[in-house]
C-alpha cells in the first residue's frame, strides 16, 4: 500500500445534477480501470453517494464524502454522521478542507471529526495548508500548529500511514503556470514529516501519505509528484472534466 499513490477528486459542490454526476463518475471510472499503482477516491455531493454507489466501479476506486459531522446521531440540523457514509459505502472522509474552516472550522473541531472517522472504520484526509507565505517563515510554525492541534491526543494506531493533504490555500483556483512550484513543495513535504515525527515518531511519519492540492492540472503533475516528492493529488475543478482528470491519473500511476 505505501507504493501505491492516491489521487482524490473533490467535486465540491459540483455537478448540478445526477445525469451530470454520473457522466463525470464514468470518466473516473473507465480512467481507473487502466491503473496499476494507484487508488482513485471520489467524494461527490452527499446527495450523489449512494446513487453512485450502485455503479459497478474498480476495485481501486473508492467513494468518499467531503465531510463529517462531529456527532454520532442527535438534533443536529443539516449534519451528517459518519455512520451515515459509511452506510452509503463510502470509505473516505475529507476532513478540515481550507473551505470548511473559512466556514470557521477550527483545529479542535477537525481532531474530534478524524477521532469519530477514525472510530467508525473510516478512512480520514486530513487537509492542512496557510493562508500565505512570508520570507520569515511564520507559515511553518502555523502547519506545525494545525498538525499538532489535529492530532492532538489520538492514538498512535490510528495514526499508521494517515493521509494528509497539503493545500496551500493562497495557489488553490490559480493556473498551473502560478501554483507552487515543486521545488517549494517538496521542502514542505520534508518539514511536514519532521513535524510528524516530533510528535509520533519516525515511523509514522515516514507511513503518511502526503498529497498536493492547490491548482494540480495535468500539466503540472508529474513535476509535482517527482520533484514534490508527494504521493497523489487533492483535485478539485480538474476532477470534473473526465479527460483532464484521467491525464493526472495516467501520470500519477507512472511514478510508484
Same mark, same amino acid.
Given at each position: 500500500?505505501?507504493?501505491?499513490?492516491?489521487?482524490?477528486?473533490?467535486?465540491?459542490?459540483?455537478?448540478?445534477?445526477?445525469?451530470?454526476?454520473?457522466?463525470?463518475?464514468?470518466?473516473?471510472?473507465?480512467?481507473?480501470?487502466?491503473?496499476?499503482?494507484?487508488?482513485?477516491?471520489?467524494?461527490?455531493?452527499?446527495?450523489?453517494?449512494?446513487?453512485?454507489?450502485?455503479?459497478?466501479?474498480?476495485?481501486?476506486?473508492?467513494?468518499?464524502?467531503?465531510?463529517?459531522?462531529?456527532?454520532?446521531?442527535?438534533?443536529?440540523?443539516?449534519?451528517?454522521?459518519?455512520?451515515?457514509?459509511?452506510?452509503?459505502?463510502?470509505?473516505?472522509?475529507?476532513?478540515?478542507?481550507?473551505?470548511?474552516?473559512?466556514?470557521?472550522?477550527?483545529?479542535?473541531?477537525?481532531?474530534?471529526? *478524524?477521532? #469519530?472517522?477514525?472510530?467508525? $472504520?473510516?478512512?480520514?484526509?486530513?487537509?492542512?495548508?496557510?493562508? =500565505?507565505?512570508? @520570507? &520569515?517563515?511564520?507559515?511553518?510554525?502555523?502547519?506545525?500548529?494545525?498538525?499538532?492541534?489535529?492530532?492532538?491526543?489520538?492514538?498512535?494506531?490510528?495514526?499508521?500511514?494517515?493521509?494528509?493533504?497539503?493545500?496551500?490555500?493562497?495557489?488553490?483556483?490559480?493556473?498551473?503556470?502560478?501554483?507552487?512550484?515543486?521545488?517549494?513543495?517538496?521542502?514542505?513535504?520534508?518539514?511536514?514529516?519532521?513535524?510528524?515525527?516530533?510528535?509520533?515518531?519516525?515511523?509514522?511519519?515516514?507511513?503518511?501519505?502526503?498529497?498536493?492540492?492547490?491548482?494540480?492540472?495535468?500539466?503540472?503533475?508529474?513535476?509535482? *509528484?517527482? #520533484?514534490?516528492?508527494?504521493? $497523489?493529488?487533492?483535485?478539485?475543478?480538474?476532477?470534473?472534466?473526465? =479527460?483532464?482528470? @484521467? &491525464?493526472?491519473?495516467?501520470?500519477?500511476?507512472?511514478?510508484?
Amino acid at each position: 500500500m505505501k507504493k501505491r499513490n492516491i489521487v482524490v477528486a473533490n467535486w465540491k459542490m459540483n455537478p448540478e445534477t445526477l445525469e451530470e454526476a454520473k457522466k463525470v463518475f464514468n470518466g473516473a471510472r473507465l480512467a481507473a480501470k487502466g491503473l496499476k499503482n494507484t487508488d482513485v477516491v471520489v467524494c461527490p455531493p452527499f446527495s450523489f453517494i449512494f446513487p453512485l454507489s450502485k455503479v459497478i466501479y474498480p476495485k481501486n476506486m473508492f467513494l468518499g464524502a467531503q465531510n463529517a459531522s462531529t456527532e454520532i446521531k442527535g438534533a443536529f440540523t443539516g449534519e451528517i454522521s459518519v455512520e451515515m457514509i459509511k452506510n452509503l459505502s463510502a470509505k473516505f472522509v475529507i476532513v478540515g478542507h481550507s473551505e470548511r474552516r473559512a466556514m470557521g472550522e477550527s483545529n479542535e473541531i477537525v481532531r474530534k471529526k *478524524l477521532q #469519530i472517522t477514525f472510530n467508525t $472504520g473510516l478512512t480520514p484526509i486530513l487537509c492542512i495548508g496557510e493562508k =500565505e507565505r512570508d @520570507k &520569515e517563515g511564520t507559515h511553518l510554525a502555523f502547519i506545525k500548529n494545525q498538525i499538532k492541534e489535529c492530532l492532538a491526543d489520538l492514538h498512535k494506531k490510528y495514526l499508521v500511514g494517515i493521509i494528509i493533504a497539503y493545500e496551500p490555500i493562497w495557489a488553490i483556483g490559480k493556473s498551473y503556470k502560478e501554483a507552487m512550484s515543486p521545488t517549494d513543495i517538496h521542502v514542505i513535504v520534508l518539514y511536514i514529516r519532521k513535524v510528524l515525527a516530533e510528535i509520533c515518531g519516525r515511523d509514522i511519519a515516514n507511513s503518511a501519505k502526503i498529497l498536493y492540492g492547490g491548482s494540480v492540472e495535468s500539466q503540472n503533475a508529474l513535476e509535482i *509528484l517527482e #520533484i514534490g516528492n508527494v504521493e $497523489g493529488f487533492l483535485v478539485g475543478h480538474a476532477s470534473l472534466k473526465p =479527460e483532464e482528470f @484521467k &491525464e493526472i491519473l495516467q501520470t500519477a500511476d507512472v511514478k510508484k
